[in-house]
């Protein structure tokens, strides 16, 4: 009946924006192609989206009106975050004995694009009120991104403790949290200007990984077979190990608004592979490739993918 309308009206939100969001990537692929953009060009965006567009949309996810409700919600997601990186981290741990991944394949089964994917999705599906809670997955995922995953990459093992704690998305969460804490809102002008760099968030990432793959022959990169593995762990293993899980915990009556706050973790969960491990890769070096190879075919699959993973949790709550 009703429920089931909603299910699907959901689930076809969830699918019609991310639609959206690969129209984005294909323009930044067809800009390369056509010669309008190198592919090189995309990482001045790359720095815009991780540098300045990021820690606004954190600082205005966390401009609102600080309830019990709210702060236990937090509390909530911050939980089932940090569950969900235990078992993923775990899990690929021991999977790798079997599948021998490398370091690009390992990262992007581990790390989602929780940031630029989720933040826009979850506002626009769930609305803008339950933004605030993927920061909890983001901040999780930014430690470790920045400590487990620069490591992992660069293959180095020593960490960068000032670049972790200076890492602005880092920062932005610490301000946004102090902001929420306080109960400060910023002035009208300061805080429109912060929301617009918010909003670029989505078109910005999306523009960046379709230039990363303007000079890839897209014919090859579907005949290669190690990608649909790992697209597999990243897209359908792991998050309905998540649909149970957070069903189970849903139904133990944990806070009023359980079932949103776990599906935007959810959500977080079952994106596709980060574009940061693109960004890393290109940050060090590494098979850039090979990356953004991972990342387009993880977007395409997830059109299909997302939806399905939030009609099952809807079923199984």
């Not at 930044?28 to 720095?47: H, R």
């Not at 009106?65 to 690929?92: N, S």
């Not at 009120?129 to 983001?138: G, K, Q």
């Amino acid at each position: 009946g009703k429920r089931g309308y909603r299910i699907m009206e959901l689930s076809l939100l969830l699918a019609e924006q991310i639609l959206a969001m690969f129209l984005t990537m294909a323009v930044g692929f067809f800009v390369v192609k056509i010669g309008l953009f190198q592919e090189t060009d995309g990482k001045v965006i790359s720095n815009l989206v991780v540098y300045i567009c990021s820690p606004c949309i954190i600082i205005d996810s966390f401009q609102i009106e600080m309830t019990d409700d709210k702060v236990r919600g937090l509390l909530l997601a911050v939980i089932a975050a940090i569950f969900v990186h235990i078992v993923m981290l775990a899990g690929t741990w021991i999977l790798n004995h079997i599948f021998h991944f490398n370091s690009i394949e390992k990262a992007s089964i581990i790390y989602t694009n929780a940031g630029y994917l989720i933040i826009p999705l979850v506002g626009a599906v769930l609305g803008s009120e339950w933004v605030f809670y993927t920061t909890a997955f983001i901040l999780v995922q930014t430690v470790l991104m920045w400590t487990h995953c620069t490591c992992l990459i660069s293959e180095s093992r020593q960490k960068d403790w000032k670049k972790i704690l200076f890492n602005p998305n880092i920062v932005a969460m610490l301000l946004g949290l102090l902001l929420f804490l306080f109960r400060v809102q910023l002035p009208g002008v300061i805080a429109s200007c912060v929301s617009g760099f918010g909003q670029m968030i989505s078109p910005a990432s999306m523009l960046v990984i379709g230039m990363a793959i303007g000079n890839v022959d897209l014919k090859w990169v579907f005949t290669q077979k190690r990608p649909y593995l790992i697209c597999f762990f990243r897209l359908i293993f792991y998050p309905i190990l998540g649909v149970i899980g957070f069903g189970i915990l849903g139904q133990m009556g944990i806070h009023p608004d359980a079932e949103y706050i776990l599906m935007v973790v959810l959500l977080a969960t079952a994106a596709p592979a980060a574009a940061m491990v693109t960004q890393l890769a290109q940050l060090y070096n590494k098979d850039v490739k090979y990356a953004s190879v991972i990342n387009v075919m993880s977007v395409i699959f997830c059109i299909v993918t997302m939806p399905v993973m939030v009609m099952l949790y809807e079923m199984f709550y």
